[in-house]
């Protein structure tokens, strides 16, 4: 941008950043004193081409600068130095017949954003496209700009790039020289065309192809929504509103993945399980979220959500949990950011779920027992909601699974998708292909099964199978077999399938396992079971205890009950000798321990 009233008017459009160029070469050089008042949601960005740090600076300065684009030969360093302004860094790369990813890797700590150009004559504004399939191969799980000629004619091939695996990390669309009257003068019609258009492109998007992801309404197809008392309503709206743009924040995301990183220990294994697979005559890959800190996958959601409480001016913390993993790690990330916290939990949990409850009470939090009902999870869940209604100002309430009202299952779902986004590097760095052909998890509210299937929900060719547990047996009358015996009602703020009798009471559920006995599971499950997308199993008590001592003593590694379930399908489903199968061992099996023991009279 160059002149005062166009600029004025192409802000009207609301785009998410406007740029200004300061390089004296450039005919778009921005040579005014000051940027005209625009919306403070737009981002000023300033263009610079190996200018000097004093240069910058001074700019950013200046014009109040909220990011800054490097068009030239900026060195990590640079950036580094540049990241103490407080300013979005976007570093940019020119592609043309082909590009070096490694180029990338020394600016992953020190950039928030890449963009890809056209490699032309000149630094930008070459008005022409590059081949973008050569982003396939894009091998960071950084966010990045797509730019180089880009105008109302491309928008078809937007359409087909927006369909493709390409677009995966593509944040922004940068759009310059094809929408001028000359340089620096954009054209308005232009633009609002190109917008009108380009959201008819995404909302195609959404109808046809994102169908298996939760809607604008909060719906996964028939299931979902927020069924919620009034006094709830300030709570989750104010979660809904800004729970998408805080996750989109360049500095959560970075927080957030260096807590992943240096505190949690991730990326987490993917073991090809040797002994395990030759037994069963096909390919078995354990995605080792055992052994995550706190020795389960809850604890990347409680990462996120604790910085997403954070963020909303929230100090009282407070979970519900079944098998205690999930109120461990709540526990654990609220000790981490000194904020109150109390998880309740069914009294049969309590004392089945020892050790777990010893470790909540050492990490400074309080245990409060569920003693109505089954007095397991679902009435653990409803005295947590309780509390939540009886305080609904300070308090943020950190659901532990896929469950609750949107946008809860989107939200745990999105934190822990981190487990399905490092199967396919770590799958394509151990087979050659990101793609296997089944992912396999234990679901009781669903949210390691979430994680595990996100980045694959839309890949037809990868078979999705969701293990529930079957307790004494499906038809005994003791099971929780959802999916099996569920039919559509509403259970803690969502409408999803849910064990019921014929008047509407809720069923209570049974398993040996704590954290799978749920009478109800996450609407995004719901919609995969009715939709078909996802082939449902029911495990025994039986079978699950025994494929978790199979485990121990082919493998060496001790599984927590439920991810046993996942284990226990092979000895009834075959698979083919080259068919990869990837399983989440979504825990360890120390917490286990007491009941192994009684189990096998060991």
Request: net charge neutral.
């Given at each position: 941008m160059k002149y005062q009233d166009n600029i004025k008017h192409v802000a009207t459009l609301q785009p998410d950043y406007l740029g200004f160029i300061f390089y004296e070469k450039s005919a778009r050089n921005f040579d005014s004193e000051s940027i005209p008042d625009i919306d403070e949601a737009i981002k000023k960005t300033g263009v610079f081409v190996d200018a000097t740090l004093e240069f910058v600076i001074d700019k950013i300065n200046k014009h109040n600068l909220q990011a800054v684009q490097l068009h030239g030969n900026e060195s990590p360093e640079y950036c580094s130095t540049l990241k103490s302004e407080k300013v979005e860094i976007i570093k940019v790369f020119s592609v043309k017949d082909e590009f070096n990813f490694e180029r990338l890797k020394p600016y992953e700590a020190v950039c928030d954003f890449f963009l890809f150009d056209t490699k032309g004559k000149h630094p930008g504004g070459n008005g022409y496209t590059f081949d973008w399939n050569l982003l396939s191969d894009y091998p960071s799980t950084k966010p990045f700009f797509l730019s180089g000629g880009i105008g109302l004619e491309e928008i078809e091939d937007i359409k087909q790039f927006t369909n493709s695996k390409a677009s995966k990390y593509c944040y922004a669309l940068d759009v310059n020289s094809k929408f001028e009257i000359e340089p620096g003068l954009k054209n308005i019609e232009a633009l609002k065309a190109f917008k009108k258009n380009l959201s008819e492109v995404l909302d195609y998007k959404k109808e046809h192809v994102m169908n298996y992801n939760v809607n604008e309404k909060g719906y996964y197809g028939e299931f979902g929504g927020a069924f919620i008392p009034?006094?709830?309503?300030?709570?989750?709206?104010?979660?809904?509103?800004?729970?998408?743009?805080v996750m989109a924040e360049p500095d959560f995301i970075k927080e957030f993945d260096q807590l992943l990183k240096d505190y949690v220990g991730r990326p987490s294994p993917l073991y090809f399980a040797k002994r395990l697979s030759e037994k069963y005559n096909t390919k078995i890959y354990l995605k080792r979220e055992d052994l995550n800190h706190t020795g389960a996958h809850k604890i990347n959601n409680t990462i996120g959500q604790i910085l997403m409480a954070k963020r909303l001016g929230k100090h009282r913390i407070i979970a519900e949990t079944g098998a205690g993993q999930h109120g461990?790690?709540?526990?654990?990330?609220?000790?981490?950011?000194?904020?109150?916290?109390?998880?309740?939990?069914?009294?049969?949990?309590?004392?089945?779920?020892?050790?777990?409850?010893?470790?909540?009470?050492?990490?400074?939090?309080?245990?409060?027992?569920?003693?109505?009902g089954s007095r397991t999870l679902k009435d653990a869940t409803n005295e947590a909601i309780r509390d939540w209604i009886n305080n609904p100002v300070d308090t943020h309430y950190i659901i532990g699974s896929a469950i609750g009202p949107h946008p809860y299952p989107d939200m745990v779902t999105?934190?822990?998708?981190?487990?399905?986004?490092?199967?396919?590097w770590q799958l394509k760095e151990q087979t050659g292909n990101e793609n296997p052909d089944y992912l396999v998890a234990c679901i009781g509210g669903g949210s390691n099964a979430a994680g595990t299937y996100y980045h694959y929900l839309h890949e037809p060719e990868v078979g999705i199978i969701a293990v529930e547990a079957a307790g004494l047996g499906v038809d005994s009358g003791e099971s929780a077999a959802t999916s099996v015996l569920g039919k559509e009602g509403i259970i803690h703020g969502c409408k999803t399938l849910l064990m019921q009798t014929k008047d509407g009471q809720i069923t209570e559920p049974y398993s040996i396992s704590a954290g799978l006995d749920y009478p109800g599971v996450g609407p995004m499950h719901a919609h995969l079971a009715k939709t078909g997308r996802a082939e449902f199993m029911a495990i025994t008590d039986d079978d699950a205890m025994n494929a978790g001592l199979e485990l121990c003593k082919l493998e060496g590694i001790i599984p927590a009950i439920e991810s046993s379930h996942a284990l226990a399908i092979f000895e009834q489903r075959k698979f083919k000798p080259n068919d990869v199968v990837v399983v989440s061992l979504s825990g360890r099996g120390d917490k286990d321990l007491n009941n192994y023991i009684e189990y096998f009279k060991i």
């Open positions: 009034e006094m709830l309503y300030p709570n989750v709206e104010e979660l809904r509103q800004n729970y998408l743009k461990v790690a709540t526990a654990t990330v609220c000790a981490l950011m000194g904020l109150e916290c109390i998880v309740y939990m069914g009294e049969i949990d309590i004392a089945r779920q020892a050790p777990n409850v010893a470790r909540m009470k050492m990490l400074g939090a309080k245990v409060v027992p569920a003693l109505s999105r934190f822990q998708s981190v487990i399905s986004e490092e199967i396919k």
